[in-house]
């Protein structure tokens, strides 16, 4: 967001007025929804974390934040280190529960700052507090060419690619120790 005055990324706030987006497809519609009708309330009440790009005083683009996890079906391991002893079928994640872009502003990188959001998030003020080794998001089939750019690895078991949003992640320890 450097270089555009106009443009400001925060969470988003009681005063703030969240509607007007415009997601094109219908797909999208829960998308809009959320933000208008629950974003704010479920922001208030800590069920949810919501992170917004506002153009002067209009969201153009959001992320919705929650603590979850990632629950592997079968043998299936997620770190690829043999010397770890890890005995559960869940791995603390950070979750991307929500991501939109205005459909009159795609292209531009916004899609890709909220992400570094959360995955700055989550490595700086996350896991130095609690266990949360990394990001992941059940995404949308549509997204799934952007989630591998932005450097997710799809969870690799027959279930998870059968699924409508297969789950995605990003391994904050193998990022934390490339940086
Ligand atoms: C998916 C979405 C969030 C991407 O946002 P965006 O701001 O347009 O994406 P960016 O501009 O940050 O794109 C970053 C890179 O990913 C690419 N990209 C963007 N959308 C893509 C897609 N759907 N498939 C493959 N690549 C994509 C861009 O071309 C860009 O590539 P580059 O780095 O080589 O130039 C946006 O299209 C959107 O809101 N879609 C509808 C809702 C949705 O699907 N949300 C995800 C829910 S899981």
Redesign the pocket.
């Known amino acids: 967001l450097q270089n555009q005055p106009d443009l400001r990324a925060r969470q988003i706030e009681a005063g703030d007025r969240l509607t007007g987006l415009s997601?094109?497809h219908q797909d999208?519609l829960p998308?809009k929804i959320f933000l208008q009708r629950h974003a704010k309330t479920y922001h208030l009440k800590n069920l949810a974390r919501t992170y917004a790009i506002f153009e002067v005083s209009r969201v153009i683009?959001y992320i919705t934040l929650v603590c979850g996890e990632i629950v592997l079906e079968g043998d299936a391991s997620l770190q690829d280190e043999p010397d770890l002893h890890y005995d559960y079928k869940s791995y603390p994640a950070l979750k991307?529960a929500?991501?939109?872009?205005d459909a009159r502003?795609?292209?531009?990188?916004?899609?890709?700052?909220l992400v570094g959001l959360a995955v700055g998030t989550a490595k700086e003020i996350i896991c130095p507090a609690a266990g949360c080794r990394f990001v992941a998001?059940?995404?949308?089939r549509?997204?799934?060419?952007?989630y591998l750019?932005?450097g997710f690895t799809l969870l690799d078991t027959p279930e998870n690619k059968k699924r409508s949003?297969p789950v995605l992640f990003i391994d904050l320890f193998k990022a934390a120790k490339s940086n």
């Not at 998001?137 to 949308?140: A, C, G, L, M, N």
């Open positions: 997601l094109g999208f998308l683009a991307i929500r991501l939109a872009v502003h795609r292209e531009k990188d916004y899609g890709e700052f998001v059940d995404s949308k549509s997204a799934l060419g952007f750019k932005q949003e």
